[in-house]
Each structure stands twice: as C-alpha cells, then as structure tokens.
C-alpha cells in the first residue's frame, strides 16, 4: 500500500488457494487442447495456415502503471531497466525483484 506521496506504507502477501491454483492449471490446459485440436485439424485438411477461431488476446500492460511499480522497486535500491515493452519482461523483472 502506498500513501499519498507514493510511499510504501505497507506490504501484504497476496495468498492464492488451491482452489485457484486448481482453476488457473484447468484454463491453461483447455487452452493447449484446444490449440493441439485447431493445430492437427489444419494438418488434416493439409491447410497452409491454421484453421480461424476466436480466441482471448490479452490487453497490452498500461505504460503509466509499469512506470509506477518501476519506480516503486526502485525505492528499495533495485536497478530497474530503463524500458519494458511486454509482459515477458515484466514477470522477469519481478521474479529477479
């Protein structure tokens, strides 16, 4: 939590249950299902490409609240990169935080 000037005032630990493990792990493995089907269906009909189907694409990450958590780590000392253009360098960026 942050206070009115942007200072850490507190720290929580954000827990998640099995329950949630458990719905995440199932989501995952319904979307490689369903790609192995799209992906060997196209073989099938020996298509050039993969069939069309809709699918979820994620929203690009705000730049304003990149910059924000950026400078929130870098109250504690860390060397943050001068730019992070995706969601891949994000999670790298918090896993060596």
Do not use: W
């Not at 954000?14 to 949630?20: D, F, I, M, V």
């Amino acid at each position: 939590m942050l206070d009115d000037n942007q200072f850490p005032v507190d720290v929580y630990a954000k827990s998640s249950t099995k329950s949630t493990s458990l719905v995440e792990e199932c989501m995952l493995l319904a979307n490689k299902c369903v790609a192995n089907f799209i992906s060997k269906k196209s073989k099938e009909l020996k298509l050039r490409t993969n069939l069309p189907f809709l699918y979820r694409v994620h929203e690009e990450p705000d730049a304003k609240k990149i910059k924000e958590v950026m400078a929130f780590i870098a109250n504690f000392g860390y060397q943050t990169p001068k730019k992070i253009s995706n969601s891949k360098e994000i999670n790298k960026l918090l896993a060596e935080f």
